[in-house]
Nanobody
């Protein structure tokens, strides 16, 4: 069983930055594919960023060039650096993980991930 705990959310003005962290339990963290998703009220959960077991990184179209996913395997932590925040980035952000070696195309869908954090709220004011 893997537990994921997000932190780092908060209220920020448009144009500002935040860094989200996701701390994971488990001894084989480095072998997990990791993802960040977000969900705004009344909307479906959407893919934000992901890091495959191969090390490749992937981003949703709306955050490319502004957000960066990274991981520190020594700390069992994955990060989401968010720059140039916009009001439309307001959402609950969720960390997700899977121990399965998944296809790249599967990185973008929620059903590919076995483990989820409780979420952290990001609010961007205009």
């Amino acid at each position: 069983q893997v537990q994921l705990v997000e932190s780092g959310g908060g209220l920020v003005q448009a144009g500002g930055s935040l860094r989200l962290s996701c701390a994971a339990s488990g001894r084989t963290f480095s072998s997990y594919a990791m993802g960040w998703f977000r969900q705004a009220p009344g909307k479906e959960r959407e893919f934000v960023a992901g890091m495959h077991q191969s090390g490749g990184t992937y981003y949703g179209d709306s955050v490319k060039g502004r957000f960066t996913i990274s991981r520190d395997n020594a700390k069992n932590t994955v990060y989401l650096q968010m720059n140039g925040l916009k009001p439309e980035d307001t959402a609950a952000y969720y960390c997700a993980a899977t121990s399965s070696v998944i296809r790249i195309a599967s990185m973008f869908t929620t059903k590919s991930y076995e483990y989820w954090g409780q979420g952290t709220q990001v609010t961007v004011s205009s």
